[in-house]
């Protein structure tokens, strides 16, 4: 029995996200900025607060950030904020 | 007729106006005319005077290109372009065609064609693949003689974990003929890496899903619904929570595509239920790489993530339908997508009064999300016929019993502040003191389905990422064909 190959059509979106490399954490946070990125989450501010008192105890800036719902995602506008104001970035998922 | 005409005839065996229309070919072919009579089946009935004029085209490929749908068809050519058509026997039509005045002299006036076997079922679009142009634009796979295609579809990632019917050209050709719409038209982004989504690739899915065509305009309208920002698709795709689309359709095209309302028409068993929801899922993941594991955080998931869909009962006049409830004005289908889990039973065989039943299916409504809970996640109740003949006989509506549900589930605040109990979840003990809503106003929907027997109600817990209910709701759409 001759059997011919079966054709069939991607289902996908046919994309690919362009990657790039994970820059390397810095060695040191003194005389940078961490940005602290409340998602929207309960008691998200709770947690940022702390980190936030302890980082100023350590003489290392921050800088706040939020979104103003975890029911969806960020919006490009934030995301330059934070790359423009920020060298590295807690962000707090979860409740 | 010029003197440059030739004709071609297309004829099957098992047609009896083509054995009718043999003498009249013969006249024809006596007459000096140029003529093909291309064969779909079995060309000995033509017999052998006719021999020299037939064409063999079992495998249909000149009656494709010929756009032939009845036989016997007899076409003129002049300069290689038609210039003139006729199907079945018509002695006027083919006396003009032909310019022979004679012709079929012995014969009925007229006689219908039989289908021509190019336009059978299934049979256009295999054609269509094999002569033509699909006008498929996604790219295609080819999978090696001897392979099975189900096992391809799942090492490229593309199941949901069920085996998926593979999408080949033919079976996507006729998906799309279940809609009108233009194949490339994209119906929006699909959450979460927001790729475009045309009509082709929702095809291509319900395809995987195993649709039938007419599901086409349910399927594009349930997700049009969930692509709707107050849905919020990317948050219930992406949550650590159990939800998924489900979808509720309303309107007689439930009917016509056989959609379950009654018996178990929350479970297994029927297409239409089970593959719309399935299709819907399949285009998340698969447009839009909602998959789990990746950026579908789920933390247990639920079943409703293969499928959850299922149509109202609108058998009773007195009940006002889920969708008119919300604005689709009657008469008309539509789909109403809800973030929902899966189903809580209510089991109340004593209640005989609309107070008791009400104060009953409260209880379990009170369980969504977690019983000291509030304004957090929205609902599902759907409405057994027993159940919800307690309510009728005692005159009470939807919109009654939506408010006697809603006053119920007015909670003390102390009850439910963290805390009490002994149980640390709860809600902000400065609360307390109030009486604070379950659902927000809007969040508690009901709908009305089961089979005939059966004292139960099922509750549907509702993605609790929409605890500002303006963030994310159920969203309801008309059904365009």
């Keep these: 029995m001759t059997e011919s190959a079966v054709t069939l059509h991607d289902p996908t979106s046919e994309t690919a996200p362009a990657t790039r490399p994970r820059r390397k954490p810095p060695a040191s946070l003194h005389g940078r900025t961490v940005a602290l990125f409340d998602i929207g989450k309960s008691r998200a501010d709770e947690f940022l607060d702390c980190l936030e008192t302890r980082l100023h105890a350590r003489g290392i800036a921050t800088a706040r950030f939020a979104k103003p719902t975890n029911a969806k995602p960020a919006t490009n506008a934030i995301l330059d904020d934070i790359a423009a104001g920020a060298d590295v970035v807690v962000e707090a998922l979860a409740d | 007729m010029s003197e440059s005409a030739t004709y071609v005839a297309v004829v099957k065996d098992e047609c009896e106006t083509c054995h009718l229309a043999v003498p009249v070919l013969a006249e024809i072919h006596q007459a000096g005319h140029p003529l093909t009579i291309c064969w779909q089946d079995d060309g000995a009935f033509l017999g052998p005077g006719l021999a020299a004029a037939t064409v063999d085209d079992r495998a249909l490929e000149r009656s494709f290109h010929l756009a032939v749908e009845t036989v016997p068809t007899l076409i003129r050519l002049e300069g290689g372009a038609e210039t003139g058509r006729t199907v079945g026997w018509s002695r006027e039509d083919w006396r003009a065609l032909t310019a022979i005045p004679t012709l079929g002299a012995g014969l009925p006036l007229h006689r219908p064609g039989c289908g021509s076997r190019s336009v ?109 920002p107050g849905f919020t698709l990317h948050g219930v795709t992406c949550s650590t929570c159990f939800s998924s689309p489900v979808i509720i359709v309303n309107g007689p095209i439930a009917k016509r595509i056989g959609m379950n309302s009654g ?219």
């Design chain 2, 120 to 228: 059978e079922p299934g049979v256009g679009e295999a054609l269509r693949v094999r002569f033509g142009e699909t006008g498929i634009r996604a790219r295609t796979v080819e999978v090696a003689p001897g392979a099975d295609a189900i096992e391809a579809c799942y090492d490229r990632g593309w199941s949901d974990g069920l085996p998926v019917v593979p999408p080949t050209p033919e079976r996507i050709l006729r998906m799309l003929g279940g809609t009108r719409r233009d194949p490339h038209e994209i119906i929006g982004r699909v959450p979460p890496e927001l790729a475009p989504c045309t009509v082709e690739k929702v095809a291509i899915n319900a395809v995987m899903a195993g649709c039938r065509p007419e599901y086409m305009p349910v399927v594009l309208t349930a997700l049009e619904a969930a692509l709707d």
């Design chain 2, 263 to 481: 018996l178990n028409a929350l479970g297994q068993g029927n297409r239409a239920n089970a593959t719309i929801g399935r299709a819907v899922n399949l285009v998340v993941r698969n447009v839009g790489g909602g998959r789990p594991g990746e950026i579908d955080r789920a933390t247990l998931g639920s079943p409703g993530k293969y499928t959850f869909c299922f149509a109202e009962d609108e058998g009773d006049d007195g009940w006002e339908p889920l969708a008119a409830s919300r604005g689709i004005a009657a008469g008309r289908s539509a789909v109403t997508v809800f973030a929902g889990d899966g189903i809580q039973g209510v089991t109340d065989q004593k209640a005989r009064a609309p107070g008791e039943l009400t104060r009953s299916l409260a209880m379990g409504l009170q369980a969504v999300g977690h019983p000291k809970l509030c304004e957090w996640a929205a609902a599902v109740l759907v409405l057994s016929p027993e159940h919800y003949a307690i309510y009728r006989e005692a005159g009470w509506d939807r919109a009654r019993i939506t408010s006697a549900l809603h006053d119920e589930l007015l909670l003390p605040g102390e009850k439910v502040a963290a805390g009490a109990d002994g149980v640390a979840e709860g809600m902000p003990p400065s609360r307390a003191g109030q009486r604070i809503p379950k659902f927000h106003p809007g969040a508690l929907l009901l709908v009305r389905a089961g089979g005939p027997a059966g004292l139960f109600s099922a509750v549907l817990s509702g993605w609790p990422g929409g605890r500002l209910f303006e963030e994310s709701h159920p969203v309801t759409r008309e059904i365009t064909e």
